[in-house]
């Protein structure tokens, strides 16, 4: 198994243990920093940044908090295993789970010219793959914490039935306002994202039962790498600098959907599950 080294950084484990995908760049760096701050053990994610991704960990650690890295391809199914192995090995049981990891099209093409491979190479990772993940992480924190009986739904419900709120475990689905947005030229990455909302939807309704809530956080225009191409920043600083796209007028921060994710991880949603949290700027209101 191509685990991680002693990648171990030390000081004292915390009480509770956050997996985040993607954390070695962007979106999902500054989610592992702030929980870090907000002492979770955080296992990172990533799939090609190691150092990076050691450098993160290294300032959760500065921070005084505990993090472990562990390289995974979220597309791969064969390697989930080596994720919740990092949570479980390390801090013994998992509590927060953020799906971050996503890709964009590598070729921007019309719908009409989008190739079987580039359909693929989108949602192997942002959906199929963030979805088995979920389905993994979500067996293992059961298996930590079966429903007290007075949560225990009846034997004949399907899918459970939620007696109670979050026990403060949760799931947080990195989405995008392209679940909702048709942009034509990765007509896939939408599609992705939109199945996302619907993933959100059903793991919410499977897992009340088990004091797990599950939420979905929508970013607008963030600036990450994601972001960076001189085409796409070119556009989106017209868009938003010049033009009225957004409300608020200034490109979104990593770290402002990091704040949303960690209001989720205080517990301060605790009879919400299945919503979504848009993180845009203001994107989603229709305007006259
Ligand atoms: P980014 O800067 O490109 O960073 C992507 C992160 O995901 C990196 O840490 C990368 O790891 C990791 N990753 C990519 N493929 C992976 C895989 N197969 N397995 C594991 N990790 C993988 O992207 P971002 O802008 O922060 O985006 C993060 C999430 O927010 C994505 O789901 C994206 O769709 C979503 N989002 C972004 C924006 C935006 O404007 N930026 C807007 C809405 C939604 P390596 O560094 O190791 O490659």
Redesign the pocket.
Known sequence: MNFEPKSAFMTTPCARTAIV??????????IALALGAQRFNVVI??????A??QEVAQAIVQAGGAAETV??????LA?HEKIVAAARDRFGAVHLLV??????PKVRADLLELSEAGFDQVL???LK?TFFLTQRVARFMIEQAPPPESRRPPESAQGGVALSGGDGRAIIN?????AYTASLNRGE?CM??AGIGMMTQLFAARLAAHGINVYEI???????????GQAVKAK?DKLILEGDLLPIRRW?R?ED?AQAVVAVAQGLLPYSTGQVLDV?GGFHIRRL
Not at 218 to 228: C, E
């Open positions: 995908t993607g954390a070695s760049r962007g979106i999902g760096r500054a994610n990533y799939h090609s940044s190691a990076a991704a390289q995974a391809d979220v597309g791969h390697d799906n971050n990891a996503g890709v964009a192997d990772t942002n793959g990195i989405a995008s306002i392209s990455y992705a994202k929508r970013p607008g225009i963030i600036a990450t790498d994601m972001t960076s989106y979104g990593p959907v845009d």
